[in-house]
């Protein structure tokens, strides 16, 4: 399983945003853009979407650009993919098949919940924390 690409670009703007958390001061797309490497075009379509969904805020005007709409710790890496991506959690039907198609399916929706288990339980916030403290790590000096 990979992350999108979509995906991934949504949580970086968002990383973004959550680090400039409590500042007031909103950023621009071209600054989220040009930080993160996401064209600007695409990153204006993701931001719309995490707009609408409640995720961001938008401030207009010549200091305008966008904001997290409520703190970074409330925010679940699960709640922002099943923005991105369009998907709830609840289990598809499955339809009457092979019996092969039935184990690969269950399989399948093991994973699934796994996996949204894990971004259930990670918020912005650790993400920012993960980065400061990566960050600390690659500024130590070695004798």
């Not at 970086?12 to 950023?27: D, F, I, M, T, V």
Request: charged share 20%; proline share 2%.
């Amino acid at each position: 399983m990979e992350l999108s690409c979509k995906s991934e670009y949504a949580l970086l703007a968002l990383l973004a945003l959550s680090l400039h958390y409590g500042k007031g001061e909103p950023l621009q797309i071209r600054q989220i853009a040009a930080q993160q490497s996401i064209p600007d075009r695409y990153l204006e379509q993701l931001l719309a979407t995490l707009r609408r969904a409640g995720f961001v805020k938008s401030q207009r005007g010549a200091k305008g650009g966008y904001l997290l709409a409520c703190e970074p710790w409330k925010i679940t890496l699960l709640d922002v993919i099943s923005c991105i991506e369009g998907f709830d959690s609840r289990e598809a039907e499955v339809t009457a098949g092979t019996v092969e198609s039935t184990v690969v399916h269950q399989l399948w929706q093991s994973v699934r919940q796994a996996a949204e288990a894990v971004l259930s339980e990670h918020t912005l916030q650790d993400l920012v924390d993960q980065r400061n403290a990566k960050q600390q790590v690659d500024l130590m000096y070695y004798i």
